[in-house]
């Protein structure tokens, strides 16, 4: 097999500024409770030690369960406040995303953005963040309406760099190109749903979630641009049926198909043969593409925060890539 150890990182950068995003992030949708700072903090802690710089969360995380509301972000500003380490951190967060229970209604107003902006700065105890995220993208509404919002916030100081969470490849193009021509900030990293396993809008049963597919594949590599992966490891497909754990009632299962189980056993004797754990290999796919791609993971345990990092320099050659994607 070709496997190879680098460090990789990507620089995004303006005029004026400039961060470079590692292969890895830590995602924080499932700190969900306002009164476990000792576990997450424990997580977080962990994720430092091992190298870990960038940590992605967003306004809406956790207001789907009662009093979830500013868990997320609230653990985080209380664990960087105690570990005195902001300037450590590229901190990401979104806002817009529509009400819960109400994925049809847009919150791309100046009024609904602003209030999520300074809402997630109040509640993160910062004064600026470092990448921002439109978090989901309405068509109806032009990109000459949402841009000029996201330039100011870029101006003010508070989002050094903006981003593009579940916007297809053609609207960041067209919100780029207005950005562009009236001297505006624009986007320069997106969020998409990513990894070895096949997905699609039905499988998260969300026509607002976008996918990599063949052609947003063939935009990104084109034009290399950087991608923030979201549910790299299919929410577990791989390392928990390589482990020989059921499908039943798991979230996972929904990730089920011919071609995806093709790849878990491509997965499996990958990691047999190589000794490398099942769950390592989806991120060490996703850093050996022919762009830019951050893996935004979840953990709920230090020895799965530890595991994935191992991900953070590791690389395969196309060959390897190949037969991950039961081509050869």
């Known amino acids: 097999w070709g496997l190879g150890l680098f460090m990789l990182e990507f620089e995004i950068k303006n005029e004026k500024d400039s961060l470079k995003l590692p292969a890895l992030s830590f995602g924080t949708a499932s700190f969900e409770r306002s009164d476990s700072d000792e576990v997450y903090f424990e997580l977080l802690d962990t994720f430092y030690k091992c190298g870990?710089?960038?940590i992605d969360t967003a306004r809406v995380y956790c207001s789907w369960l009662e009093e979830g509301l500013d868990s997320s972000e609230g653990v985080i500003g209380r664990w960087m406040r105690a570990r005195g380490n902001r300037d450590d951190i590229i901190l990401c967060t979104k806002g817009g995303h529509p009400p819960i229970g109400e994925m049809e209604r847009s919150r791309?107003?100046?009024?609904?953005?602003?209030?999520d902006i300074s809402r997630s700065l109040e509640v993160l105890g910062t004064d600026h963040i470092d990448v921002y995220f439109v978090h989901r993208d309405d068509e109806r509404i032009p990109v000459e309406e949402i841009m000029p919002i996201l330039n100011d916030f870029h101006r003010s100081g508070r989002a050094r760099f903006l981003g593009a969470s579940n916007w297809t490849?053609?609207?960041?193009?067209?919100?780029?190109?207005f950005a562009v021509e009236n001297g505006m900030e624009p986007f320069r990293v997106s969020q998409i749903n990513y990894s070895l396993a096949h997905s699609s809008?039905?499988?998260f049963g969300d026509p607002t979630v976008v996918c990599m597919n063949l052609r947003e594949f063939k935009w990104y590599q084109r034009n290399q641009f950087p991608v923030m992966a979201y549910c790299p490891q299919a929410k577990g497909f791989f390392a928990k049926l390589a482990r020989g754990e059921s499908m039943k009632n798991l979230p996972e299962g929904q990730f089920t198909s011919t071609a995806n189980l093709a790849r878990l056993a491509?997965?499996?004797q990958l990691s047999?043969?190589?000794n490398i754990p099942a769950a390592v290999i989806p991120l060490g796919y996703l850093n050996s593409q022919p762009f830019?791609?951050?893996s935004v993971f979840?953990?709920?345990?230090?020895?799965?925060?530890e595991e994935n990092m191992q991900a953070q320099d590791l690389k395969f050659d196309y060959k390897t890539i190949a037969f991950l994607e039961n081509i050869i």
Not at 108 to 115: D, K, N, T, V
Not at 298 to 305: E, M, P, R, V, Y
């Open 272 to 274: 047999m043969q190589e």
């Open 292 to 294: 830019f791609v951050s």
């Open 108 to 115: 791309l107003s100046r009024a609904e953005l602003e209030y």
């Open 52 to 54: 870990g710089r960038c």
């Open 298 to 305: 979840a953990a709920s345990k230090d020895w799965q925060i």
């Open 201 to 203: 809008t039905d499988t």
């Open 169 to 177: 490849a053609a609207r960041i193009e067209a919100a780029n190109k």
């Open 266 to 268: 491509r997965v499996k």
